[in-house]
């Protein structure tokens, strides 16, 4: 179940507090990316000091070969590819744990800026595994600062161990995303400040 702003947990005045912790759940067949890119352009203008990662496909869809997706950095433009080609038969995952260590790096450079929302392109294989940006997730968190992050529904499972009830869940829609947002800022004084 998603909703469209906060966690359904109330604070201690009886009203749903929202929290810092946003997880966009996809589906095979739902893509998050351009909502969520859609979303923090519109932060951006608004003044949100936004940093993390992004991800988007290296060429155009029709294009594109499986391994052609990388990461861009919100704050540098830098790019980097994370998929490895395993050849043509291969079924295991192509993630490149090499380029995801590159990936934690990037995201605590961001992290160490104070942004206002810390974005992370995915919680995959590696974090389901105690591994990839983990740590950084969990610093950002622990640290008070507003983060999102997007949670492939194969993957849920690992994401509520790992979030402990503490997230809120979107649907992967630029008015969900701007919802939670909305709410957290209502609550925070962070968020959607004009």
Partial sequence: MTTEAGT????????????????????????????LIAFLETAKRRGARVA???QERACDESSCAVHDVQIRDLVTGDT????QDLGREATG????????AVAALWLGSALAESPDLLVVNRFGRLE?????TLAEIGRAFAGGVPLIVCVPKRYLGAWD???????????PTFEAIEGWWTALGSISGCGAAA
């Fill in 161 to 171: 161990a790992f979030a402990c009830g503490l997230d809120a869940k979107l649907t």
């Fill in 80 to 83: 980097l590819a994370i998929m």
């Fill in 128 to 132: 389901s595994e105690g591994q990839g």
């Fill in 8 to 35: 359904g947990r109330t604070d201690e005045g009886g009203a749903e507090a929202a929290s810092r912790l946003a997880a966009i759940v996809f589906d095979r067949d739902e893509a998050p990316d351009a909502p």
């Fill in 52 to 54: 993390g990662l992004v």
């Fill in 93 to 100: 995952c192509r993630v490149d744990p090499a380029a995801i």
